[in-house]
């Protein structure tokens, strides 16, 4: 399903400069990943991150969602 998501340019700059990017929830992972693929900042995201995904800004140790928390890294 799509989402829409708006990051400002300020919370975009801090996650570029940090040596790790530790999102909470599947939507903030989707909208932090959507925006280093699409280079925009204010879009709507359809991305399905599934095993082997490769992260390019969210440090990915653990998912927390609704759904269950998941260790990504053994």
């Known amino acids: 399903h799509e989402e829409e998501y708006r990051i400002s340019p300020k919370i975009w700059g ?17 909208a932090l990943e959507s925006a280093a693929i699409t280079h925009e ?20 140790s653990y998912i927390y969602s609704n759904f269950s928390t998941v260790s990504v890294h053994p």
């Open 14 to 30: 801090a996650c570029l400069e940090a040596k790790r990017v530790v999102a909470i929830g599947t939507t903030v992972v989707r």
């Open 41 to 60: 900042l204010e879009a709507k995201s359809s991305l399905f991150i599934t095993p082997g995904f490769e992260f390019k800004v969210v440090y990915i």
